[in-house]
T-cell receptor, first 114, second 111 residues
Framework: QKEVEQNSGPLSVPEGAIASLNCTYS??????FFWYRQYSGKSPELIMF????GDKEDGRFTAQLNKASQYVSLLIRDSQPSDSATYLC??????????????FGKGTHLIIQP | EPEVTQTPSHQVTQMGQEVILRCVPI?????FYWYRQILGQKVEFLVS????????KSEIFDDQFSVERPDGSNFTLKIRSTKLEDSAMYFC?????????FGPGTRLLVL
């Protein structure tokens, strides 16, 4: 059974600070890792994805992957009130087919306090 | 910017009725998916579709569900006989080159 675990929060961060979101996964065969943002009642919106160990930066966002520890994180620098949302971690395993589904965590509810 | 579209945005139906949810994936994408999210719960994978056939399906995707690509643009999810527990937000997604994009969703309410 593939599991993706996230702390549900809420995680409260002051405006301008760094928000750190964490995710662990159970399937060592996982190949691709995604962070989505979801506003209440809306669909998941892709923030970034990462395949290789280490850091990947895109604007204010940095994804970090450690496959040995089965851990992926998302850092949001200079947090803004508009970043307040639920952040979903999703993992794709590779079973030989290109159309494998994503396994999602429950999400972390992030609140940026002005 | 290309996007995945879904219709209808909301659907209310009576238990036991058939519903068809429609999606138009991003035009150059080859992989299509349906996910659902019951209120307050996580997004769950239902089925993936590639080269005009189902590639993978989850335990949720039982005989009551079917998918079809009736033409070159639409991708549909049919629920044959809806149950109360089918009430959820249904998201269509498409992917290519490792990037996955979700449609805005159809909120299905079964009464």
């Amino acid at each position: 059974q593939k599991e993706v675990e996230q702390n549900s929060g809420p995680l409260s961060v002051p405006e301008g600070a760094i928000a750190s979101l964490n995710c662990t996964y159970s399937d060592r065969g996982s190949q691709s890792f995604f962070w989505y943002r979801q506003y209440s009642g809306k669909s998941p919106e892709l923030i970034m994805f990462i395949y290789s160990n280490g850091d990947k930066e895109d604007g204010r966002f940095t994804a970090q992957l450690n496959k040995a520890s089965q851990y992926v994180s998302l850092l949001i620098r200079d947090s803004q009130p508009s970043d307040s949302a639920t952040y979903l971690c999703a993992v794709k395993s590779y079973s030989g087919g290109g159309a494998d589904g994503l396994t999602f965590g429950k999400g972390t509810h992030l609140i940026i306090q002005p | 910017e290309p996007e995945v579209t879904q219709t209808p945005s909301h659907q209310v139906t009576q238990m036991g009725q058939e519903v068809i949810l429609r999606c138009v994936p991003i035009s150059n994408h080859l992989y299509f998916y349906w996910y659902r999210q019951i209120l307050g719960q996580k997004v769950e994978f239902l089925v993936s579709f590639y080269n005009n056939e189902i590639s993978e399906k989850s335990e949720i995707f039982d005989d009551q569900f079917s998918v079809e690509r009736p033409d070159g643009s639409n991708f549909t999810l049919k629920i044959r006989s809806t149950k109360l527990e089918d009430s959820a937000m249904y998201f269509c997604a498409s992917s290519e080159g490792g990037e996955w994009y979700f449609g805005p969703g159809t909120r299905l309410l079964v009464l």
